[in-house]
């Protein structure tokens, strides 16, 4: 997925969210006590109801977007997600810095 969140999106239409398969899955599976232990198992439990899911790309938007900290949001960890922000931010400081040269 292309990093090219921003936080002016409108997200009060979620549409997206009618059509996640994780409505219909407890939601207890997509925030796990931790990180490891029988944590990592739980999390990828629920990457597979993501991965199989029609919203799996606006989920990870809004989960980037909104800077959501806790839980498997579009198929990602907390820590993977963390990461992607860092990359973003690089990529966007790097593209700033460009402009200004």
Do not use: Y
Request: net charge negative; proline share 4%; glycine share 4%.
């Amino acid at each position: 997925m292309a990093l090219t969140w921003n936080r002016t999106v409108d997200w009060s239409a979620d549409e997206w969210r009618d059509d996640a398969a994780c409505r219909n899955t407890e939601p207890d599976l997509f925030f796990p006590v931790g990180s490891t232990g029988p944590a990592v198992d739980q999390i990828e439990a629920a990457k597979r109801v993501c991965r199989a899911c029609d919203a799996l790309d606006p989920c990870l938007e809004f989960a980037l977007a909104t800077n959501q900290e806790s839980g498997v949001w579009g198929a990602t960890s907390e820590d993977e997600r963390r990461k992607l922000r860092k990359q973003w931010l690089a990529a966007r400081r790097r593209s700033l810095l460009a402009q200004q040269h």
